[in-house]
């Protein structure tokens, strides 16, 4: 191979890996970066007296990073995502709750990871999406699926996470860990509403 052809053959392993990577990594990315909250218009009703997308108000209340932290550490992040899908990419739209409360459902922006030092996509679906479980569980609800899931359903896959209570009598009491997770869950909730000028 002559000094030309290797040369050609190289400017066109550059192009063909490095013009997708300008396109699909660095121009997104200083977009997001760039990218300035959005004002709600004049009269817009908005829940929760927000006054931009995304909020960064909304983005931290209940948050924890400890709480975050043992979520990773007890492999939520594995069974368990936290983003909504557009309805073309998959059916999460139609499972209750999932895409918000009523009358706010929408899919998840790349806004609403706004804040988050980490944003914990998840590495596949085996559980049901976190996004949005801050807005349609409580705490208690939280305690009795992480301290015994077949309460909930007997064919629940997901493991007790016992080693996070402490048994006292017939009940499991919640350790500070455990109170923390449920802290760092009930924080989901990427269901702000969108301005007009986003929908």
Same mark, same amino acid.
């Given at each position: 191979?002559?000094?030309?052809?290797?040369?050609?053959?190289?400017?066109?392993?550059?192009? $063909?890996?490095?013009?997708?990577?300008?396109?699909? !990594?660095?121009?997104?990315?200083?977009?997001?970066?760039?990218?300035?909250?959005?004002?709600?218009?004049?009269?817009?009703?908005?829940?929760?007296?927000?006054?931009?997308?995304?909020?960064?108000?909304?983005?931290?209340?209940?948050?924890?990073?400890?709480?975050?932290? !043992?979520?990773?550490?007890?492999?939520?992040?594995?069974?368990?995502?936290?983003?909504?899908?557009?309805?073309? $990419?998959?059916?999460?739209?139609?499972?209750?709750?999932?895409?918000?409360?009523?009358?706010?459902?929408?899919?998840?922006?790349?806004?609403?990871?706004?804040?988050?030092?980490?944003?914990?996509?998840?590495?596949?679906? !085996?559980?049901?999406?976190?996004?949005?479980?801050?807005?349609?569980?409580?705490?208690?609800?939280?305690?009795? !699926?992480?301290?015994?899931? *077949?309460?909930?359903?007997?064919?629940?896959?997901?493991?007790?996470?016992?080693?996070?209570?402490? *048994?006292?009598?017939?009940?499991?009491?919640?350790?500070?860990?455990?109170?923390?997770?449920?802290?760092?869950?009930?924080?989901?909730? *990427?269901?702000?509403?969108?301005?007009?000028?986003? *929908?």
């Amino acid at each position: 191979m002559n000094q030309n052809s290797l040369w050609k053959l190289l400017s066109g392993l550059g192009l $063909a890996f490095g013009v997708p990577w300008v396109l699909m !990594i660095v121009v997104p990315y200083n977009r997001e970066a760039l990218a300035q909250p959005v004002e709600y218009a004049e009269g817009e009703e908005v829940a929760g007296n927000f006054a931009q997308y995304p909020s960064s108000v909304a983005a931290t209340v209940g948050a924890s990073d400890f709480g975050a932290e !043992i979520y990773v550490r007890e492999g939520c992040v594995y069974c368990h995502t936290q983003m909504v899908r557009p309805t073309y $990419a998959g059916p999460d739209m139609w499972h209750e709750g999932w895409g918000g409360r009523q009358g706010q459902m929408r899919e998840t922006r790349p806004q609403d990871y706004h804040g988050e030092s980490v944003a914990m996509l998840g590495y596949q679906r !085996i559980g049901q999406d976190l996004s949005n479980v801050g807005s349609r569980m409580d705490r208690e609800a939280l305690h009795r !699926i992480l301290s015994n899931p *077949k309460s909930v359903s007997s064919v629940n896959m997901m493991p007790a996470y016992r080693n996070l209570y402490v *048994k006292n009598g017939d009940e499991w009491e919640p350790t500070s860990d455990a109170e923390a997770l449920v802290d760092y869950l009930l924080s989901r909730k *990427k269901d702000q509403p969108l301005p007009a000028e986003l *929908k």
